[in-house]
């Protein structure tokens, strides 16, 4: 057995923890896909705040599509540039503001249906009982030494759909979410549809001094897996706005927009959110291992804080520092480098499909066929040489109703299906059937990886 070292493959981790099978839930029914959390209560001496509440009455008749939507006025209702994009991302922050202010600074007043926010099932496994976040990545404080982190941080994330694009959810789970529903495009999204991923991080300010004044809100977390939860304060720092628009976007149809927080900008923690880029293609003209010209469907804000850059991917793609896409330490070649920037935030969704047959990064896959990354006998990922073939199939600027491999079903980017719900709806239920066909999901499994890396990440996945 190949023996990994604890940080070795924490982005490998950072996305294969989230599909642990919904076999304990709120009502201690195996199949109850809406459950709002993992059965983790905090004691009312210590929280008696509201709790995180599945917003799952999806959509049965389609909203109507956005007509000159904010985010398009911003440009001119064209397509989005490298010139354009700043605006682009702030008509898409402000979008949402009314409503992440309540989520965030008024939580006691937050009610995600009336709002018009959405969720996915399956996932109660995974969900703390606040705000019904999961975990998303796992930092060893080197990854951020630069900008002061002195501990090791966990960052823990939550996604919500807007009506158009819960209307696609919907159309997949249809009312109970026994039996999902990937025929005739069913997971591709409607034009205009908007989705967002809020991430937050548990180093606090004295920790890490770049979040000094950053939103903070308490989750129920067991950091240490003792199986005993405590209300703990996090931090948010990272936020996701992604939009289907193929005006703007007239190749991948999806623009991919990241926020930041910036304690040197001006305002309140809200307002300190600030762009880090957009990316709306994978720029797939530009081999960024011979060719350093500047990249033309990816924006990077020249103005954001320095922490937030150090994790960008492949050539400067986008990507947050929530996002893994900085593989550390990497095989290439056969040589060991302790930091290769491998993804984006698009070649990463890009895999979106199923079944997962490729891995989130570029890197053979073992056994192929499956999601499952090659390492080396340290537990290194291997990667493929950057630049080659191999590894420019994951930066490519497809539809969302083009698979990467070709005969799977395709997700339209969107990883929450395909490396989180379906996985779990499979693993709870046993059933295999999508599309007409016996499709077993094969891809990475908790205990599969626990064995895998020995528990040395202490049974993070149980």
């Not at 289907?244 to 999806?254: F, N, Q, V, Y």
């Not at 986008?318 to 056969?334: E, F, Q, R």
């Not at 539809?399 to 969107?414: N, R």
Request: charged share 20%.
């Amino acid at each position: 057995m190949k023996k990994m070292n604890k940080f070795n493959l924490f982005f490998v981790l950072l996305f294969a923890f989230a599909i642990t099978a919904c076999d304990n839930n709120n009502n201690g029914d195996p199949l109850e896909p809406f459950a709002n959390n993992n059965d983790r209560i905090p004691l009312m001496e210590d929280y008696d705040g509201p709790l995180f509440e599945l917003s799952f009455n999806y959509p049965r008749i389609m909203p109507p599509t956005p007509v000159n939507p904010p985010w398009q006025q911003a440009i001119g209702g064209g397509e989005i540039t490298v010139e354009n994009a700043h605006d682009f991302v702030l008509a898409l922050k402000d979008l949402i503001e009314e409503d992440m202010r309540v989520l965030i600074f008024d939580y006691a007043n937050w009610n995600a249906e009336q709002r018009g926010w959405y969720n996915q099932p399956w996932l109660a496994d995974i969900r703390e009982a606040i705000y019904g976040t999961y975990e998303g990545s796992e930092f060893p404080a080197d990854t951020f030494e630069a900008s002061g982190l002195t501990v090791d941080m966990t960052t823990h994330v939550l996604t919500f759909y807007d009506e158009l694009s819960a209307f696609t959810v919907g159309n997949v789970w249809g009312v109970d979410a026994l039996n999902p529903d990937l025929e005739e495009g069913q997971a591709q999204f409607k034009e205009g549809a908007v989705i967002i991923k809020l991430a937050f991080q548990t180093a606090s300010p004295e920790q890490w001094p770049v979040i000094e004044g950053a939103a903070s809100v308490p989750l129920f977390l067991d950091p240490n897996d003792t199986g005993l939860s405590t209300v703990t304060d996090t931090w948010l720092f990272q936020l996701d706005i992604i939009v289907k628009d193929s005006i703007a976007s007239p190749d991948t149809t999806w623009v991919f927009t990241t926020l930041v927080y910036d304690q040197d900008a001006e305002g309140d923690a809200w307002d300190k959110m600030v762009p880090l880029g957009a990316m709306w293609g994978n720029d797939p003209d530009i081999n960024s291992a011979v060719d350093d010209s500047p990249l033309q469907e990816n924006w990077i804000n020249p103005d954001a804080p320095p922490y937030s850059t150090a994790t960008l991917g492949w050539g400067g793609r986008l990507s947050g520092p929530n996002d893994g896409a900085v593989a550390s330490p990497a095989v290439v070649d056969g040589e060991t480098i302790q930091n290769v920037p491998a993804s984006s935030c698009m070649s990463c969704h890009g895999v979106a499909e199923y079944e997962l047959e490729s891995f989130l990064l570029p890197s053979p896959s073992d056994p192929e066929g499956t999601d499952m990354p090659t390492v080396d006998s340290d537990g290194n990922l291997v990667l493929f040489t950057p630049g080659s073939d191999d590894w420019n199939r994951w930066f490519q600027s497809r539809p969302g109703d083009e698979p990467q491999e070709a005969g799977l079903i395709p997700l339209d980017y969107d990883m929450v299906f395909a490396f989180k719900s379906l996985p779990s709806w499979s693993q709870a239920t046993g059933l295999t059937e999508v599309d007409g066909r016996d499709r077993p999901y094969t891809g990475l499994e908790p205990l599969t990886i626990i064995n895998r890396i020995q528990r040395t990440y202490n049974g993070m996945f149980e």
